[in-house]
């Protein structure tokens, strides 16, 4: 018995040890595939990035930006308690951290708002001035949509549809409405706002710059420089035998080139640590495999929209710069719309798919742009078709998406859906994250615009977006033509 004993020691010693080494190895590989420490990175990334913009771009309160849009946002809760920020105020930059590590920082730069840094400076960024090819937009037209006090609908209807829209409910998940505003006939007849925020402030669209990248890319395709059946000029894919070689621009905007880019907003998906953790943003996009044939799959990923930044940013220069004068020149300008900022990543390149800022009121003359079928003051801004093509649905987007724009055309799920809630059959819209909206109805000759921070409501409150712009069009509908 006691040489039975003796022996059964060491086994007992050498399984255990087994078991340990078994478990270190799947520890590790689990910490390799999932990696938290990039998750908490990408949260000081977006904390610091998101601060940043809205107290220095928009003129937010910080602690109410963070209570608002930041600690509510997916798995962040969980890491609130370690999550610290700073405000610079001076060096004009916000510093975040959780548990005193995984550090990050935002920088605000004249002009082109902020950026999450990685390393070294990024080189300064000449803002278009007075006298130059964007100077019609330092100095815009007189407003011809509005004058220079909050539109107070005469209709006591409309104001009534104004205070659903801003009503809260008792408990969470609350709609947190930031702003609406109303165009009729080219007109601002409704508007609105909540307490610290107003007509100048500039409003952070989320994925509506997606629907903005649209009109850049269409204004090129006017001007004869891409072809939206074109193969994308990407240098990384140009070897024939590369299957990514086939992607045309139109798959790009329909969100059908096939890139495995995941995109769940959760900080462990590809676009999250796109956004936040990588210099070169659009580098990091093209490195992107193949999941599927191109064309042949339907997948909303934000890589796609950070490829064709790239492609507009070379073909008008290559440099920010040179893509800030051609925006103000052939879109903003044009448009009369006055305080945009589109922000740049480190390589000079737009943050097309997420990044711009501007107020409601501007968000609406860019949907009027659309109303008007791409014409300005009989100026053609967009080619013939284009709005007709970016409305239209993408056959294998059950959603209902269309090229740049969500859409209620067609047959699709989402349409169907989305018409029974109240957005009229003909509409499409601009549409990002936390409840950003830029609907155009052209059977209404309306364009509304939605802006706030909706956590938790499905499609962000997409149910109220549908009785708001259903109410505003039963009560216009009533009105004199």
Known sequence: MRVGGNRSKPRGRKTAWILLCVGAVLGAAVWSAV????????????TSHTLCSETFVSGLDPEQVYAETVKPMSRIWLIDWALRYEIDRAGRQVRANVAGGFRNRAVYRNGVGCIVMHGAEPPAVAWPEPGDAAGQAVAPPVDAMAGPAVVEPADARLRAVLDRAFAEPTRPPYR?????????????????????????????????TKSVLNALVGILVRQGRLAVEQPVPVPAWRDPRDPRHAITIDELLRMTSGLALEETNSGFDPVTRMLYLERDLTAFAEHARLAAAPGSTWRYTSGNYQILSRIL????GGHAEDVLRFAWRELFGPLGMRHVTLEFDSTGTPLGAAYLFAPARDWARFGQLYLEDGAVNGRRILPEGWVRYSASPTPVARGGYGAGFWTNRGASEGAVRRTRLGLPADSFFASGLLGQYVVVVPSARMVVARFGVTHRRPGFDIE??????????????????
């Open 313 to 316: 940013r070379d073909a008008v």
């Open 464 to 481: 109220g977006l549908g009785r708001l712009v259903a109410d505003v069009t039963a009560v216009l509908s009533t009105t004199a033509q």
């Open 35 to 46: 990696r938290p420490d990039r998750a908490i990175r990408v949260a000081t990334g977006f």
């Open 176 to 208: 947190w409405t930031k702003a609406v505003v109303v165009v009729r006939d080219g007109q601002i007849v409704a508007e609105r706002y909540s307490p610290g925020y107003g007509m100048e402030t500039p409003l952070l669209g989320w994925s509506a």
